[in-house]
């Protein structure tokens, strides 16, 4: 059996890789990402969604509703870019843009941005439940049963032959559950 003895100067990480320098600058990084076999149509396809954005408000501001611009998100379908797609944050706002979809096709396809139809949907918000503790069980007072309850209890009594150890135990549940 061989034992590995390792001294100061054994070099104990030789077999991995250097770390890359953290000198790069912004430049270099984004050559990196463009050049990249899977991030660079990643970059690519979030600069042409930036760019949409920037195109999107303009067009909104001839519109006069250039303060709706933070509240949507523009993408095109897949299939092609023929089709914009823009996601809202309320139903108003979608309301809204649905009323001037046509002036908003005419001024995109004036700033250079060419669509021939373009759907608006409102995006789902996350609820804002709050899951409250219940209060001690121990202190509070069982519930009894509300009338309907009671009613329905009381004609299975009825339709139920005496004796039957049922009916026994119904009567039971409405006797503890009366209190």
């Not at 990196?32 to 760019?51: F, N, V, W």
């Not at 949507?72 to 089709?83: L, N, P, T, V």
């Not at 549940?173 to 009366?178: I, M």
Request: glycine share 8%; proline share 6%.
């Amino acid at each position: 059996m061989k034992s590995l003895i390792l001294s100061p100067a054994t070099p104990f990480f030789m077999n991995f890789a250097r770390k890359p320098s953290h000198n790069h600058s912004a430049h270099d990084w984004m050559e990196y990402l463009r050049e990249s076999d899977g991030l660079g149509g990643i970059l690519a396809k979030t600069e042409d969604l930036a760019k949409l954005k920037a195109q999107l408000c303009i067009a909104l501001e001839h519109l006069d509703i250039g303060h709706l611009s933070s509240k949507i998100d523009a993408g095109w379908r897949s299939g092609g870019q023929e089709e914009l797609f823009l996601l809202v944050g309320s139903a108003t706002i979608g309301t809204r843009l649905q009323q001037i979809l046509p002036s908003l096709i005419n001024e995109l396809g004036k700033i250079g941005l060419h669509c021939k139809a373009i759907k608006v949907k409102v995006k789902p918000t996350a609820q804002d439940w709050e899951v409250k503790p219940r209060q001690n069980p121990k202190n509070m007072a069982p519930k009894g049963l509300n009338p309907v309850a009671k009613k329905s209890l009381q004609e299975l009594i009825e339709k139920l032959p005496p004796g039957s150890e049922l009916r026994s135990a119904v009567e039971r549940l409405l006797q503890n559950k009366s209190k």
